[in-house]
T-cell receptor, first 111, second 113 residues
Framework: GEDVEQSLFLSVREGDSSVINCTYTDSSSTYLYWYKQEPGAGLQLLTYIFSNMDMKQDQRLTVLLNKKDKHLSLRIADTQTGDSAIYFCAVMDTGRRALTFGSGTRLQVQP | DVKVTQSSRYLVKRTGEKVFLECVQDMDHENMFWYRQDPGLGLRLIYFSYDVKMKEKGDIPEGYSVSREKKERFSLILESASTNQTSMYLC????????????FGNGTRLTVT
């Protein structure tokens, strides 16, 4: 089945850019998502990208997709303390129509 | 706004008990999912359902079963709870097809002692 990998932890200073990386194994994946989880809450959809796109920008968020390397990244510009959370990469398993998630990257923003 | 409601925020149960986790969504979504979340492992899919009365095993179905008698409700059942089922359980729903994202409940933190 699909395997999705992320690093577990990232620390940045307030105002810097954050880049969270993700790799996946199934080249037929059609939709790729980024979710955010704040303490004590469920997951909230941040953004998504179709596999026929290379890049998507949405305000402070930029998603880059390298299909050849099966690499997805999320860039957060001007990172704020309110961006501190766990960020999950998720890939649509087109066979099951279910999402496979990475382990999550905990982003810590230092004031 | 889509609302996915999980009936309990925290549960403490004893080993061997039968445990029911309930999830209700209010947007007429066809697909519903149960995941468990453990530190360092991310979310792992337990069971999902494409529609009423339908169910499919996910990646870690052992020790669990599900029920979907009505479209809005998807129940996760632990037949005989064990300590390794202590976890955060997340329910999600989505519209059938395409890019429709998953909408998540706030989770149920289950402790089995």
């Amino acid at each position: 089945g699909e395997d999705v990998e992320q690093s577990l932890f990232l620390s940045v200073r307030e105002g810097d850019s954050s880049v969270i990386n993700c790799t996946y194994t199934d080249s037929s994946s059609t939709y790729l998502y980024w979710y955010k989880q704040e303490p004590g809450a469920g997951l909230q959809l941040l953004t998504y990208i179709f596999s026929n796109m290379d890049m998507k920008q949405d305000q402070r968020l930029t998603v880059l997709l390298n299909k050849k390397d099966k690499h997805l990244s999320l860039r957060i510009a001007d990172t704020q303390t309110g961006d501190s959370a766990i960020y999950f990469c998720a890939v649509m398993d087109t066979g099951r129509r279910a999402l496979t998630f990475g382990s999550g990257t905990r982003l810590q923003v230092q004031p | 706004d889509v609302k996915v409601t999980q009936s309990s925020r925290y549960l403490v149960k004893r080993t061997g008990e039968k445990v029911f986790l309930e999830c209700v969504q209010d947007m007429d979504h066809e697909n519903m999912f149960w995941y468990r979340q453990d530190p360092g492992l991310g979310l792992r899919l337990i069971y999902f359902s494409y529609d009423v009365k339908m169910k499919e095993k996910g990646d870690i179905p052992e020790g669990y079963s599900v029920s979907r008698e009505k479209k809005e409700r998807f129940s996760l059942i632990l037949e005989s709870a064990s300590t390794n089922q202590t976890s955060m359980y997340l329910c999600a729903s989505r519209l059938q097809g395409g890019v429709s994202p998953l909408h998540f409940g706030n989770g149920t933190r289950l402790t089995v002692t």
